[in-house]
C-alpha cells in the first residue's frame, strides 16, 4: 500500500480528495492536513510515502511545509497539487524539494499514477507545468548578466534596432567615433566580435 496524507486548506478538497484515493486498491489516505504547519505535524506523526502538498494556505505555505518537510530528513516524498501552473510556483516548489508537480484540473486516473510514480522513485509533472518550467528555465539560463554602461546600452539597443552607426550618432548626439568606441568597448564586455552577433545578444537579453 503507498501511504498517502492530503493537505489542503479547504475541506470539500480533502475529503472529494480522500474518497477519489479510496477506490484505488493499492492507495491508502493515512492523515490530512489543513495547513503547512499541521501537514508537517501529520507527516511526522505518521511517516506517509507521499504527501499531496497544495501550496496557497493560510498559517504556513506550501512551499515551506515542502522545505521543513525535507529538512527534517523524513523519507515521505512531497508532490504538489494545486491549481497554479505560473513558472515561479512550480520553481519555488521543486527548489524546495518537491518531487513532482500535479494540477487538480487532472484526470483521476492521473492524480492515480502521479502517486505510483513517485512511489517508484519517478517525478511526475502535468504537461501544462513542465512547459512552463522548461521556459522558465531556458529563460534563466540564456539570460546573461554584464554590467554595460548607460551609453553602452543605449548604443547596444540601438543596434538591437538596426541602426547604423551614423545614425546611432545622431540620435543620441555624440560622434561616429564614440558610437564605434562605445561598440569596442560593449563587444569585449558582452563576448561577441560584431554587430550581428551583439544585436541577437541584445535580443535574447532583453536589451
Do not use: C
Not at 7 to 19: F, M, S, T, Y
Not at 77 to 87: C, K, R
Not at 127 to 138: D, G, M, T, W
Not at 160 to 166: D, E, S, T
Amino acid at each position: 500500500m503507498i501511504r498517502v496524507v492530503l493537505v489542503d486548506d479547504h475541506a470539500v478538497v480533502r475529503n472529494g480528495l480522500a474518497q477519489l484515493l479510496a477506490a484505488a486498491d493499492d492507495i491508502e489516505v493515512v492523515g490530512t492536513a489543513g495547513d503547512g504547519a499541521e501537514a508537517f505535524e501529520v507527516v511526522t506523526r505518521t511517516v506517509p510515502d507521499v504527501v499531496l502538498m497544495d501550496l496557497q494556505m493560510p498559517v504556513v505555505d506550501g512551499v515551506t511545509a515542502t522545505r521543513s518537510i525535507v529538512a527534517s530528513n523524513s523519507p515521505t516524498q512531497v508532490v504538489v497539487l494545486t491549481s497554479y501552473s505560473d513558472s515561479e510556483r512550480i520553481v519555488a516548489a521543486l527548489d524546495a524539494g518537491a518531487v513532482g508537480y500535479l494540477l487538480k484540473d487532472a484526470e483521476p486516473t492521473d492524480l492515480f499514477d502521479g502517486i505510483r510514480a513517485v512511489s517508484r522513485g519517478e517525478s511526475p509533472i502535468h504537461p501544462k507545468a513542465a512547459r512552463q518550467l522548461l521556459a522558465a528555465r531556458s529563460q534563466s539560463a540564456t539570460k546573461v548578466t554584464v554590467d554595460l554602461t548607460p551609453r553602452e546600452a543605449e548604443v547596444l539597443k540601438l543596434v538591437r534596432m538596426g541602426l547604423a552607426n551614423k545614425q546611432i550618432g545622431r540620435r543620441l548626439g555624440i560622434s561616429e567615433r564614440t558610437v564605434k568606441a562605445h561598440l569596442t568597448s560593449t563587444f569585449q564586455r558582452i563576448g561577441v566580435s560584431d554587430r550581428t552577433q551583439a544585436a541577437l545578444w541584445a535580443e535574447r537579453n532583453d536589451v
